[in-house]
Every structure is written in C-alpha cells, then in structure tokens.
C-alpha cells in the first residue's frame, strides 16, 4: 500500500479538553488515486498496529488477497496518539521544541475517529462500502458508524465491544502501573524513556492477548527433565523487546487510557440507544477463546442490532485469532464482501 501524511491547519479540539493547532495524520491507501465511485474498504488498525496493513495482516490485504487493493481502494489510517507518524505524545511541541510526553491532549477513541474523518474528506470520499476494524479498531468502527450512519454501508466489528469492561481496564492499569515503575519514564526527559516499562506492559497485554490453550501448546517445555520453566518466560522476554524496538513508551500509555474511553453509550442515552443508531448491514464476528473480549458479548451486540449477523472463530490464540486464523476470518468475510458487487 502507499504511505501519504496529512496535515490540517484547522485546530482539532479533544473531548477531554485540550487542542492541536495542527494536525498531522498519515494513512496508506490503494497504490493509486481514489476513482469517485469505486469500492471503498476502510480499515481501522489495532493498538500497536500502524496505516500500513499490509504489514501486520498480511494474508488478508494486498493484491490477491480478500481486502484487494488492486479491486478495492483500501483506506487505513494511523490512529491519533500512535507513534507512527500521526499527530501524538512523541510529536515535538511547537511551544517547547520537545516531545509532548505528558502535555499531549488525553485522547479518546472519538477523537480517533473525528482525526480520520479528515482523512476521508481529504481524500474525497463520500461513501465507505466496507469498514472493518478489529479490537480498538473496532472500536473504532462502532463510533464511526454512529458518527456517520448514512455515509458507511456495511460494517465488521471483529473481537471487539462495545464498551470497555472492568477486566480490561485492569489489564490497561497494570501495564501503566509497569510504566510508573521506570523512573526513566516518569522522568520524561527523552523518548528512550520508559523502555523497561514498556517491556513489561507488553508481556501484563500479551496474556489477555493469547489463552492458556496457547500457552500450554506452543511454550511447552520439551524436556520431561527441566529444572525450571523458561520457554514462556523466554517468550515473554521476547514479545516485550519486540515493542521496544518498534513503539514509543509515551504512546502506549495514551492508547491505553483511549482504550478506557470506549462507550458507545456516552451521551447518546446508553448503549442499547446509540446501537439504534446504525443503519450500516453489520457483521459481528468473536473468537471462542478471546478473554478480553468475550464471544458472548459480540453475540448480544448482534442480538440489539438490526440487519446484524454473528460469526464466530475458534482459535487456540485468543484475541489474537484474529492476526492468527485468517483462512477461517476470509471465508466469514468473503460472502459478506461480495455480497453488492
């Protein structure tokens, strides 16, 4: 896909208070201009995912794949507070020539959207056919079909919900707790900080990521003679450096207050009411083992809305079923994809 950057010199206002004199937001689409009237797929990234899809779901974007971006145009867009080159903690502050770091606006999963939309503007777009989004990207995509209902024609809310829950906001606490606890990040005097904490908060995410089914068969110690376990441990170790090298300590922390942001409800007379609201054809697909982001909450999402249907995936990986069994997600996506060409 082909990286562009945005940027808007109208200030951009945060729901929590707070405002950008410039906003900088960078996105990939279809290797080639956006043609009025074609097909548009509109993907919303995960956490630490970034705008470029290709990258971190490869099987299902690209050239031949279920998200065609020689068939389709295929918009994603990076999110508000991510470190990738949009607008966030780790941007230099024109007032201070430095980073943000703790003086960046907080940020919701509506200023996400609102920082996106934007992004279609600019580009032209008057109508998404297909928006898809997966974990606080779907979060995503059930604020903006809220925001924009007659602008999004069909939506997939994958592994996601519709509200942020109390086990979720204790994962995202833990891993700010870790955060605090390297003073290099309290310290705020470089992006270098927080690295230490950031490893750790990794490895508290990775667990409400993955399930004990996982675990169990892929960290396995092989020898029936081990004195003590450390393939898990290994592995932790491994996923933690991993973001290091990749995210900003800053960042992460902002997103996961944006992740405890997540009410679809919020000024809009609760959930049951702002569901009313959509009138895109949706698609709820859960995975069977997703801790996070039980099956049985997507279902009752599908059961309020209206023109919903219920997919579900089984997968030995949790919530991250949905970057692991892309053979099952294409075959759930495709009818549904196809259904108005």
Not at 55 to 82: E, H, N, R
Not at 248 to 269: E, P, Q
Not at 280 to 294: H, Y
Not at 307 to 315: D, G, L, N, P, T
Request: proline share 6%; with cysteine; charged share 25%.
């Amino acid at each position: 896909m082909e990286f562009h950057k945005f940027i808007s010199e109208e200030p951009f206002h945060f729901e929590a208070g707070g405002t950008l004199d410039r906003l900088t937001l960078v996105y990939h689409t279809s290797p080639r201009p956006y043609r009025p009237g074609e097909k548009v797929v509109w993907i919303c990234h995960a956490l630490t995912g970034n705008s470029n899809p290709e990258d971190w779901w490869p099987q299902m974007v690209g050239p031949g794949k279920i998200f065609d971006t020689d068939k389709y145009y295929v918009v994603c867009a990076g999110m508000l507070g991510s470190p990738y080159g949009s607008s966030s903690p780790a941007s230099t502050n024109p007032a201070t020539g430095r980073p943000y770091f703790f003086d960046f606006p907080q940020v919701t999963v509506r200023d996400i959207v609102r920082a996106n939309i934007r992004v279609r503007e600019h580009l032209g777009i008057e109508r998404i056919d297909l928006m898809i989004g997966p974990s606080i990207g779907g979060f995503q995509a059930l604020e903006w079909v809220i925001m924009e209902p007659d602008l999004i024609r069909e939506a997939v809310f994958l592994a996601t919900s519709v509200r942020v829950t109390p086990f979720l906001t204790a994962f995202n606490e833990s891993q700010r707790m870790a955060l605090l606890a390297d003073p290099t990040f309290r310290a705020a005097e470089s992006l270098d900080g927080g690295k230490a904490g950031l490893a750790c908060a990794r490895s508290i995410a990775l667990i409400s990521y993955r399930c004990s089914r996982g675990y169990n068969t892929t960290q396995f110690e092989p020898s029936q003679d081990t004195l003590f376990a450390d393939r898990a441990a290994s592995y932790q170790r491994y996923q933690g450096k991993k973001l290091v090298d990749r995210f900003d300590a800053y960042c992460y922390w902002y997103l996961t207050y944006a992740l405890d942001s997540m009410n679809i409800g919020r000024g809009r007379g609760g959930v049951e009411e702002a569901l009313k609201k959509i009138r895109a054809r949706c698609l709820v697909v859960g995975i069977d083992t997703d801790v996070i982001f039980p099956p049985e909450q997507a279902r009752t999402t599908a059961e309020i809305l209206c023109h919903a249907e219920y997919r579900e995936i089984r997968s030995n990986f949790g919530h991250d079923g949905f970057l692991v069994e892309s053979d099952q997600l294409s075959a759930i996506l495709a009818p549904f994809l196809e259904s108005r060409e």
